[in-house]
């Protein structure tokens, strides 16, 4: 694509924050070397709207059960190779506290689709509420309406959950028995009972078009999502796109740029998965329109079996580690971590 037309829809996005898919979809398609102004123009946009400050969110995962099977990811109920894990109640309550020890002002309660009792969940949200300054995001999958509804009341602030692709078709080639419509709805529904939303998309994904990715970002303003974030696929090898090709950090990173520039006001984290594809990934990320990361604090001795995708990064650190390393990263860049709970931007 040449320059001129380049320069004028990145100027067109970052004035308007819209653009017709046509060029969005022009935009993800141009070679990564001709877009410096994107990246620029996405950087220049997340100083305007979120300054130099870096939230961070630290993830406890506490339970790899996973009634779902998703096409691409390690946890999936049919990888029996993967030798599973639950953390108790009080574990995780603990962990929330050694996060809020080590200076994080939000903790993401993650695990894959487990049945963990609803009640109990929502009596470790009020026990890390009692206990801490924490925001806690819930990171769940699908649940009933009245557990959403249980939780928000039990105090949680935001909930993420991915919608991965906006296409249809492909969600349901790679979410046997789910439906992409439910996953919409159950975005919608979260964030009319007050709960901040997050969602995600997997970028490079077997079968994911320039014009899919367009569509995500659309979609993805529809929602009004409060967080977007993107990841690149990497391919497990207990799972049936084992052969299938790695995702790009190029294309990962027009993504990203891009979102700052559609959905300035989005919290934007720069993903884990970049950061294992590229051991400059999430450096890149916060280059062009992230604001946000969200290292692990589970105790390390879970880490290797929480194994969504291959040579997951960090899995040999504990949460200190990763504190530090994440903040001499953030620093490194002229950056500086947050002392605040960075709520929604919206
Ligand atoms: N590559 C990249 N991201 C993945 N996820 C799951 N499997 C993969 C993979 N193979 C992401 C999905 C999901 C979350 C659990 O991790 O976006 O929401
Ligand atoms: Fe389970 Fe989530 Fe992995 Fe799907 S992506 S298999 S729901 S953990
Ligand atoms: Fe875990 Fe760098 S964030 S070691």
């Known amino acids: 694509m040449n320059q001129f037309r380049i320069k004028r829809l990145v100027d067109q996005a970052f004035e308007q924050a819209e653009l017709a898919k046509e060029d969005i979809k022009a935009l993800l398609t141009a070679d990564i070397a001709e877009l410096d102004y994107l990246l620029q123009q996405a950087d220049q946009k997340r100083k305007e709207v979120c300054g130099d400050e870096v939230h961070l969110r630290a993830i406890i995962e506490f339970s790899s059960y996973c009634k779902q099977n998703c096409h691409y990811c390690g946890l999936r109920k049919e990888n029996h190779k993967l030798e599973r894990y639950q953390l108790k109640k009080d574990e995780i309550i603990e962990t929330a506290g050694m996060a809020s020890e080590l200076g994080y002002q939000t903790v993401v309660l993650q695990s894959g689709e487990d049945e963990y009792p609803a009640a109990e969940i929502a009596e470790i949200i009020k026990e890390i509420k009692n206990t801490t300054d924490l925001a806690i995001t819930l990171s769940l999958g699908e649940r009933d309406f009245a557990a959403y509804k249980l939780w928000r009341e039990a105090g949680a602030d935001r909930y993420l959950l991915k919608h991965e692709t906006a296409d249809q078709a492909l969600y349901e080639k790679y979410h046997p028995g ?27 994904l077997p079968g994911q078009t320039p014009e899919i990715l367009a569509e995500d970002l659309l979609l993805s303003q529809d929602l009004k999502l409060d967080m977007i974030g993107s990841g690149p696929f990497i391919p497990h090898e207990q799972t049936p796109l084992a052969e299938s090709k790695t995702g790009t950090v190029e294309m990962t990173l027009k993504f990203t740029a891009l979102s700052r520039l559609l959905l300035p006001l989005a919290h934007i984290p720069a993903t884990t998965a970049l950061g294992t594809i590229d051991a400059e990934g999430r450096q890149k990320a916060l280059l062009a329109g992230a604001n946000v990361v969200m290292p692990n604090v589970t105790d390390s001795k879970y880490r290797e079996k929480y194994q969504i995708y291959p040579e997951k990064i960090c899995v ?11 903040g001499g990263i953030i620093a490194s860049l002229g950056r500086e971590v947050s002392q605040t709970k960075g709520h929604s931007l919206r």
């Open 316 to 326: 040999n650190e504990e949460a200190g580690d990763c504190r530090q390393c994440i």
């Open 178 to 204: 789910m439906s992409f419509e439910n996953r919409i709805e159950s975005l919608n529904y979260l964030k009319t009972i007050g709960y901040q939303i997050g969602s995600g998309v997997i970028i490079d």
